[in-house]
């Protein structure tokens, strides 16, 4: 009797299939890993501190306490904070954006004397650790009465955030072509419609990525925050959430609402711009 073998292509196929079936379960594991802490927080948030001690700290709530939420917005000021924290960080993001932009389009296209050493100070930023200028920024900005005011900690937001913007966004200006701007010019346009309707929209997914770095670095930010403001009107979501903790006592419920939602707005900043920075990623990866 003859036997009949195999097909080379249904053998693939399936060796195609196996390893997909592999390849999902594992990227489902690896998803459930990553979204467990966001679940079990959102979970944590209408619990109160009886039934987190009682050993109910990683199920789902007996009873879902919506007043946590209630009582972390208005007796906590955990309004107060957030709006002072979307002003911080709106104000950080524009100065910063404006600043990079600018500086890294003088850097690559314009010839001056001194460009290439001017880069070579901005970068030395990256090296420079946050801890290293808590004590002279905090005598700096006491000499100046700046302590207890949104211009102490956007001002050093927006020094930290330029090194590693310019070097993103110089890397994506070197690689656009210079004969695009040369039409322009030949057309009659300055250099302030050039770097706006033809370079500024071709960086857009490198904008974007800065963006997000720079809104989650000061969205999160603790240290200088809890350093240069005490001022209950000015404290931003972090130092108020972290205030909230009591020495005769702590509400875990509203603690771990606050925390829920100092997060969303970075879970919605990320979904709006995730195609951007996954452009970003993807022109960098075939320039490079």
Known sequence: MKTHSTHPALKKQKKVKVSSIVLYIFLGLYTLIQVYPLIWLFLFSFKNNNEIYSGNAMGIPKVWRISNYFTVLTSGNVAVYLLNSVIVTGATIIVSTI????????????????????LTYILLGMMVPLHATLLPLFIVLKNMNLLNSYFSIILPYVAFALPMGIFILVGFLQNIPKELEESACLDGCGIYRIFYYISLPLVRPAIATVAIFTFLSSWNELMFANTFISADKIKTLTVGIMSLSGQQGTQWGPIGAGLVIATVPTLIIYLMFSNQIQKSVIAGAIKG
């Open 99 to 118: 600043l990079l932009t600018t500086s890294a389009y003088a850097i690559v296209r314009m010839r001056w004397r001194w460009n290439h050493l001017f």
